[in-house]
């Protein structure tokens, strides 16, 4: 099974669109997991049209209509993985050993907010996992976003991708 995994896409305030190879990803994923700060409902719609299954939480910068339609928190189990999708998980400091306490039921916890790659292992073997953003950058060198497969009852491939910077036009 290929998860894409994405968050803080922040449209269309940050970006007017996806990047392209983020879009042939969906295509290519048998499901789209997304942690929250879409800002406008417009790729949420587009999202449930275009990949095959989307697993997607509402983040601090979506209102009222996204929080309408998505959980603060989602769960899943894909090919006897458990996942959580949450936007905030808050500071670095300490995240794996909060992470473990709140999430006990979860192999692999999917954040975002931070815009910061993360992949780590708590104590427990709860795996965290964070794609950054594919549309803001912030203070990172490049845009990202993450790709994995679920395979036999576990979760493999954890790949953090880069993004060429964007042209202006």
């Not at 999917?110 to 795996?127: C, E, K, M, N, Y």
Request: glycine letters at 8%; aromatic letters at 6%.
């Amino acid at each position: 099974m290929r998860v894409l995994i994405i968050a803080d896409t922040h449209l269309p305030k940050r970006a007017r669109a996806l990047p392209d190879e983020v879009w042939r990803r969906v295509d290519e994923a048998d499901v789209v997991l997304h942690a929250g700060d879409w800002v406008s409902a417009v790729l949420l719609d587009e999202l449930e049209t275009r990949a095959a299954r989307l697993i997607g939480v509402y983040g601090n910068n979506d209102g009222a209509e996204l929080r309408a339609r998505l959980p603060e928190v989602a769960r899943a189990d894909l090919g006897g993985v458990r996942f959580a999708v949450v936007h905030e998980t808050g500071a670095a400091k300490g995240r794996e050993q909060r992470c473990a306490r709140d999430f006990p039921d979860a192999d692999v916890l999917v954040f975002g907010h931070s815009h910061i790659p993360w992949d780590s292992t708590a104590s427990t073997g709860l795996r965290l996992l964070n794609p950054g953003s594919p549309t803001d950058r912030r203070r990172q060198p490049f845009c990202t976003y993450q790709t994995a497969r679920v395979e036999n009852g576990a979760l493999v491939d954890v790949e953090l991708h880069t993004l060429p910077p964007r042209t202006r036009p």
